[in-house]
């Protein structure tokens, strides 16, 4: 308990500078964004960390996109697994040779290098995909939002969960479901191989550099954190923490409950839908397999383990367990699992993770970065009680 | 005096309890008028059903010459009807400057685009409604070193403060109060009342009150309502309400009356 306690320490004394000084913020700000920048210029651009690096700033995305539904309007989603699943499906359905029966078997081609044009299938420009993206899932978000606009907290996890699970079954047995001779989805076969980016006045990517693939996933990220900053700050983000706060309050302050909430959700899937269609281009496969409940909750442990309601704190979140995953689990932890127990730890991914929130609970429930504003409440709240309990404990 | 709030039979039934039975009302333009009554008598029911919180069983809600009674309770604020709550409800993690921009939500036009964009419009917008939060907080009496503190580390009266300014911050023309004074010294009490007619004079306002504490209401009433187990049984200046029968009965019981 007591090196969790200096830890605990050690980390609050170290954010709080930046809490305090925004001249240090910026500095540290501008210091981060240039370092992760350059981070390729350094690793093999085949390696396993740019690998590991790229696929972290897509979760960035979508944990700051879930971070709009669960921390700013408190609404607690549980099926956001969905919204990656629209967002790959699309990315599959128009660009690879899946639909190969558009275009009486031409293909049809929308902006797309003479590379891939003689394939059939839908082939449209990513920047198209990704559009097409934010706009199926932004409306699959208030599809699901309809039904629990009149249920509040654990109910609406239940339905936004069932909502997780159909999407899933749906991308499961796809295969099955025929539109003439075209097949929804290709079941946990997969659709692949998919479309690599292929981005204007830039060289189509490939598989073997990944460099451009860190750069644009790095470049959505960006975009993400500046609209989830400046959406806080706004009518709307000040509308979704008032819901968040007090319902009943919000509506007689004259904030519209549902057409707020549906933005928040629509809003949140977009960027969902946005990171998906990017993975499915990446991973070169739509497969249903990676659709599955325990991504939601995944996604949700970034937003938690950040801090919720807070851009930075997910952000980091994100970045923190997609590492725990990739390395500390298989390439630490197991190691010793291995020798010593003969014993496959990665099994057991989804229990360490819970072992992890279970920690942060008790040594930092506000979150490694918390928003300014919960971690004055809890803080300043239970602050006195609380260290008298550590004190007892140690 | 036209009246600018006009409540016609309401009745509101949860299940087999009537809370409020077939009460009729009119709030007269520029008034200060209360409603009391004893515990559980219907009032905050009745209060919830006039900023649309809850809807009537049967009855019509008109204000301003509209027909409001299926709106809800934020078209009902745009239209000009704001309240405060008889336990602070106020965004607890926002600062007192954000709790009272969000009261100013309904005059704002700031989309999800516009948010994100953020064209000069937008941004003078914001500005705007800042600066406006910041003269209502001066206008309730908050110190400008509290305004960008988290409301809930403020006490007790400041977050009362606080409330009256969210509510007003949406330009009301009623304003609803929901025991304003509930926990306040007699000596904070009678700067309540005052202040109470001072954001008449200032704002145009018509304000209704449901209050315990009879010296307010008496003071600063011009029309008194009571009511009692859901039903309207006295209505008419202080003077009138204070000695009807039927009120001191409501309020002491039988044996006093």
Redesign the interface.
């Known amino acids: 308990m007591n090196a969790l306690r200096n830890v605990r320490r050690w980390w609050s004394a170290f954010t709080q500078r930046f809490y305090e000084n925004p001249n240090l913020r910026y500095v540290a700000t501008a210091l981060v964004l240039g370092l992760v920048a350059i981070v390729p210029f350094f690793y093999d651009p085949a390696s396993g960390f740019i690998d590991a690096s790229t696929t972290a700033l897509a979760y960035v995305v979508m944990a700051l996109g879930l971070n709009i539904v669960v921390g700013f309007a408190g609404l607690l989603d549980l099926g956001y697994v969905a919204f990656y699943a629209l967002g790959a499906l699309t990315m599959g359905w128009l660009g690879s040779a899946f639909a190969y029966g558009a275009g009486n078997g031409k293909g049809i081609h929308i902006g797309v290098s003479s590379a891939i044009s003689h394939i059939p299938g839908i082939h449209a420009n990513f920047l198209i995909v990704l559009v097409a993206a934010a706009i199926v899932c932004a409306v699959a978000g208030m599809l699901i939002g309809l039904p629990t606009l009149r249920l509040r907290g654990d109910y609406i996890a239940i339905v936004t969960l069932a909502f997780g699970e159909i999407v899933y079954r749906f991308a499961l047995n796809g295969d099955q479901i025929k539109f003439g001779n075209q097949a929804l989805t290709n079941g946990s076969q997969g659709i692949t191989p998919v479309d690599k980016l292929d981005l204007p006045f830039l060289a189509p990517f490939q598989s073997l550099n990944l460099r451009p693939w860190y750069w644009t996933a790095l470049a959505m990220a960006m975009l993400t954190l500046l609209v989830n900053a400046r959406l806080r700050e706004s009518r709307l983000g000040r509308a979704w923490i008032a819901i968040r706060e007090d319902e009943v309050a919000a509506a007689s302050m004259g904030v519209p409950l549902v057409k707020t909430k549906l933005m928040a959700y629509a809003t949140g899937a977009a960027f969902g839908g946005m990171a998906g269609a990017f993975l499915g281009s990446y991973l070169n496969t739509v497969n249903a397999d990676q659709f599955q409940f325990a991504f939601s909750i995944f996604v949700l442990s970034m937003v938690i383990l950040g801090g919720l309601g807070s851009i930075w704190g997910v952000a980091l979140g994100a970045v923190v367990l997609t590492f725990v995953n990739r390395y500390l689990i298989p390439n630490v932890l197991n190691d010793k699992a291995q020798s010593w127990f003969n014993f496959d730890l990665t099994q057991l991914s989804f229990s360490i993770f819970g072992f992890l929130l279970v920690i942060m609970m008790l040594i930092r429930p506000e979150g490694l970065l918390p928003e300014r504003r919960r971690k004055m409440e809890l803080t300043e709240g239970v602050g006195v009680g609380e260290t008298e309990l550590i004190e007892v404990r140690a | 005096m036209a009246g600018v709030y006009e409540a016609q039979n309401i009745t509101k039934a949860f299940g087999g309890l009537v809370a409020v039975d077939d009460v009729s009302f009119e709030i007269p333009e520029g008034s200060i008028v209360s409603i009391i009554g004893p515990n559980g008598a219907g009032k905050t029911t009745f209060f919830n059903i006039l900023?649309g919180?809850y809807k009537p069983t049967s009855g019509r809600l008109i204000f301003d010459g509209r027909d409001i009674t299926r709106k809800?309770?934020?078209?009902i604020?745009?239209l000009g009807v704001?309240?405060t709550?008889q336990n602070i409800?106020?965004?607890?993690?926002?600062?007192a400057t954000?709790n009272v921009?969000?009261?100013q939500?309904?005059?704002?036009k700031?989309?999800?685009f516009g948010?994100?964009i953020?064209p000069p419009w937008?941004n003078k917008?914001?500005d705007a409604?800042a600066e406006k939060a910041h003269e209502l907080l001066d206008y309730v009496g908050l110190h400008r070193r509290l305004h960008d503190l988290?409301s809930?580390?403020l006490s007790y009266g400041d977050q009362r403060r606080i409330e009256v300014a969210?509510?007003l911050?949406?330009n009301p023309k009623l304003l609803l109060l929901d025991e304003p004074t509930a926990g306040m010294n007699p000596n904070e009490s009678e700067r309540f009342r005052e202040f109470m007619q001072m954001v008449r004079g200032d704002r145009g306002l018509t304000i209704l009150l449901i209050e315990h504490d009879m010296k307010v209401v008496m003071g600063v009433s011009e029309r008194i309502t009571v009511l009692d187990h859901g039903e309207k049984v006295a209505e008419g200046e202080p003077q009138e309400v204070r000695e009807n029968p039927r009120v001191i009965e409501a309020y002491l019981g039988k044996q006093a009356a």
Request: hydrophobic content about 45%; aromatic content about 4%; charged content about 25%.
């Open positions: 900023t919180l809800r309770p934020d078209q604020t745009a704001a309240r709550f409800r106020l965004f607890g993690t926002m600062t954000e921009m969000v009261g939500h309904a005059r704002m700031a989309g999800l948010s994100i953020r937008v917008e914001e409604v988290i809930v580390e969210r509510a911050a949406s």
